[in-house]
């Protein structure tokens, strides 16, 4: 395993590079080209007119047949009837045309009465008497009062039996006239229709009670009254065929859309569609390919884009990017794998796919937001290679489930990512990628089996747990060839049963109590300032590992012995303990233990000064030189490393102390806290002071728990007192 991480950090240093890095690129774009390629290349077909398909052609997307939708719309104007507007202010002003002659004969008629009146008034010596007017006179007077197309339409035929008749039958003809014409006019007369409307008014009018003249004009003005009503309206028309033309919706050939059946003769009609799909002599269209570039291209983009953001150090950027680019490349495998299944014509093959493998790794490995990015970027993947042997399609159905899986198993993940949370989001996933499926059969209204719906339910299952078990099988090979320190793999090691956990408690009890409690002062101090609990308490736990190479010489070992540097000079005892920093550090990497573990265990006295044995010292020899009496260092670099290094000289000083008091405890930890930062040992880290001072807080905090007032009881104090 060595080698393979010597490879990875060879791989990760080239990445420093510009060139390489875009290399690395290119190479990520090679195989997503290589891995869509046959998914969008459009399909070789040796098609003729009148030839047999020897096999099932679909459409590779969708395209509107714009010959079909304009048949389609002719077909439809066609079908529309002209329309025809009833004028119905015509009946109105033939029935008052109507009733204005018979006025006028009325009137004729009073005049002439009245004349007649007048005349038989008069003294007949005084004027000779004037004879009354003819029935031609009276005619002439009629005509007279109507208009002038009126008289000239109607024979005096027609007049004449007006003025002859009464004022009581001239009524009676009124309302028998305008009746009938009201009758035949309140419908529909076309101009074909006329000649018949005519006659129904005749026939309404001949078998009345009027004398036969007076029967004959009313016919006759009946029939010159009706005229034809309903006329051709162009504009109605006109609306009526747009409205008909909008309606009729473009005819589309749908992409997956069968064109022709196997075995099926390729006619005229079938021919032009292929055509128009481009599925005849497509073999020079370049228009996919370049999709295909565009989409990779934006894929590319977007990873570019998050890791050049990405707020950490170059060193760990290109190692994140470097393992980011293999659990992509080894999903788009695992994925294209399952993609050539295809062949065996089965629709659920996709959802074998372990969706949320890769989404779970990088949100463990490397943090969520690339993890939610990589599912994004995994389900547009799927929607390619999953478009069921159609070139050019998108299989929206496979790109939704790849989604909703990866983003299941990433949000249930917690940060405390043991095995079997793992397994509990891949037991997650799966009931997710059921119900997605489920939704998206109920959605395309499908008829399926039952034999089908176990099919769904196996493949959901696989796909889950699937996804669970290849994490955790591949959590390792990373974390060890990265040298990636995971949550999970420290709770791992922080396991007591860890051969070197067990190491220091059989050999360096004391100094295994000391590294507890370091622990727990360590991480509620690191979780209050933001920085990793998690890691301060583990480091704790191995920081003073290298104490176990000579336990007796640390006064935390030495219950009932003599303490062994009273029988050496400052110098010897200075090395001795100056030692356990680089044998602790010697004994971690044997272990292969992840470097930021070692860091801690190098960096926690930083280069600070043994004051004992350097004060010791010079009462002998006061030319000693105090570098010889300092710790090698490095001083810490992080913040877990400062406040670990803080705490272990805090827990140290406090357990000396007799009697501890909170006063107490605050002083000695503002003085530790002090002398760390007079002493520059906390200048190569980014801790700020305000930070300093909430450490300091959780610490004494801590301690004043630990260390609180016991109660001291009667009965013990008497035995004690007894004994």
């Given amino acids: 395993m060595d080698k393979m991480q010597q490879h990875f950090l060879r791989i990760r240093k080239l990445l420093d590079i510009t060139f390489f890095r875009v290399l690395f690129f290119l190479v990520l774009g090679a195989v997503l080209y290589a891995a869509m390629f046959s998914n969008v290349k459009p399909e070789k077909l040796d098609l003729s007119l009148f030839s047999v398909a020897e096999k099932t052609i679909r459409s590779p997307g969708t395209v509107e047949d714009k010959k079909s939708t304009e048949n389609k719309r002719q077909d439809a104007l066609d079908q529309v009837q002209d329309v025809y507007a009833l004028k119905k202010e015509y009946t109105q002003n033939r029935v008052d045309l109507m009733t204005s002659i018979f006025q006028a004969s009325a009137e004729v008629n009073a005049e002439i009465?009245?004349?007649?009146?007048?005349q038989e008034a008069q003294d007949p010596e005084e004027k000779p008497a004037k004879q009354e007017p003819t029935v031609s006179e009276r005619t002439?007077?009629?005509?007279?009062?109507?208009?002038?197309?009126?008289?000239?339409?109607?024979?005096?035929?027609?007049?004449?039996?007006?003025?002859?008749?009464?004022?009581?039958?001239?009524?009676?003809?009124?309302?028998?006239?305008?009746?009938?014409?009201?009758?035949?006019?309140?419908?529909?007369?076309?101009?074909d229709e006329v000649e018949n409307a005519k006659k129904r008014v005749e026939e309404e009018l001949k078998y009345t009670t009027l004398n036969d003249n007076l029967r004959i004009a009313v016919i006759?003005?009946?029939?010159?009254?009706?005229?034809?009503?309903?006329?051709?309206?162009?504009?109605?028309?006109?609306?009526?065929?747009?409205?008909?033309?909008?309606?009729?919706?473009?005819?589309?050939?749908l992409q997956g859309q069968v064109l022709v059946e196997e075995g099926e003769l390729i006619n005229q009609d079938i021919f032009r569609q292929l055509q128009l799909v481009g599925l005849l002599d497509n073999e020079k269209s370049f228009k996919p390919f370049i999709g295909l570039v565009v989409l990779i291209t934006i894929i590319l983009s977007s990873i570019y884009y998050y890791f050049y953001q990405m707020k950490s150090t170059p060193e760990k950027r290109q190692t994140y990017l470097l393992l980011f680019g293999i659990i992509f490349i080894l999903s788009v495998f695992i994925m294209k794998i399952i993609s050539m299944l295809q062949i065996v014509n089965y629709a659920w093959i996709g959802y074998l796919f372990p969706a949320a493998m890769g989404g779970m790794l990088i949100k463990i490995l490397i943090d969520e937001k690339l993890a939610i990015l990589m599912s994004i970027i995994m389900a547009v993947c799927g929607s390619v290679l999953f478009n069921e042997g159609v070139a050019g399609t998108l299989n929206f159905s496979e790109g939704i489930y790849v989604l909703f899986s990866a983003l299941a198993g990433i949000l249930f993940l917690s940060s405390q990512n043991r095995r079997l949370k793992i397994l509990q989001a891949g037991s997650f996933a799966a009931a997710v990628n059921l119900l997605t499926i489920l939704s998206l059969m109920f959605l395309a209204n499908g008829q399926f089996s039952g034999l089908e719906y176990g099919y769904f339910l196996i493949t959901a299952l696989v796909s889950g747990v699937g996804s669970a078990v290849l994490?955790?099988?591949?959590?390792?090979?990373?974390?060890?060839?990265?040298?990636i320190l995971s949550t999970m793999r420290l709770i791992e090691l922080s396991n007591p049963n860890h051969p070197l956990l067990r190491k220091i408690l059989m050999e360096a009890p004391g100094t295994y109590h000391h590294s507890v409690m370091v622990a727990n002062l360590s991480e509620s101090a690191c979780e209050a300032i933001g920085a990793n609990g998690l890691l301060a308490r583990v480091g704790s736990y191995y920081h003073d590992i290298g104490k176990t190479k000579r336990p007796n010489f640390f006064i935390e070992n030495q219950m009932h012995h003599d303490n062994p540097h009273d029988r050496l000079p400052p110098d010897k005892s200075a090395n001795i303990i100056i030692a356990h920093v680089s044998d602790g550090s010697a004994i971690l990497r044997k272990y292969h233990m992840p470097k930021e573990i070692i860091d801690i265990a190098e960096q926690h006295h930083g280069t600070t000064l043994l004051k004992f044995f350097y004060h010791k010292a010079v009462q002998s020899n006061p030319e000693i030189v105090e570098e010889d009496y300092r710790y090698p260092g490095p001083k810490a670099q992080t913040k877990e490393s400062a406040v670990v290094g803080i705490a272990d000289s805090v827990e140290a000083a406090v357990r000396s102390l007799s009697q501890p008091t909170p006063e107490l405890i605050e002083s000695l930890v503002k003085k530790i806290i002090a002398d760390r930062l007079q002493d520059g040992q906390l200048n190569e880290c980014d801790i700020t002071i305000k930070e300093i001072e909430i450490v300091s807080h959780t610490l004494c905090e801590t301690l004043k728990g630990i260390f609180h007032a016991r109660i001291e009881y009667p009965e013990l104090t008497k035995k004690v007192k007894q004994a």
Avoid: C, H, W
């Fill in 113 to 118: 009465n009245e004349e007649v009146k007048k």
């Fill in 220 to 253: 006759e003005l009946g029939r010159y009254a009706v005229i034809q009503n309903e006329f051709y309206d162009p504009i109605a028309t006109e609306e009526l065929r747009q409205q008909a033309a909008e309606s009729v919706e473009p005819v589309k050939i």
């Fill in 471 to 483: 994490t955790i099988g591949l959590l390792p090979f990373f974390e060890a060839s990265f040298g």
């Fill in 140 to 191: 002439i007077r009629l005509k007279a009062k109507l208009p002038t197309s009126v008289t000239k339409d109607l024979p005096d035929q027609v007049f004449s039996p007006l003025v002859q008749a009464s004022n009581d039958e001239l009524s009676i003809a009124k309302d028998l006239t305008v009746t009938a014409i009201n009758n035949v006019m309140t419908k529909r007369i076309s101009a």
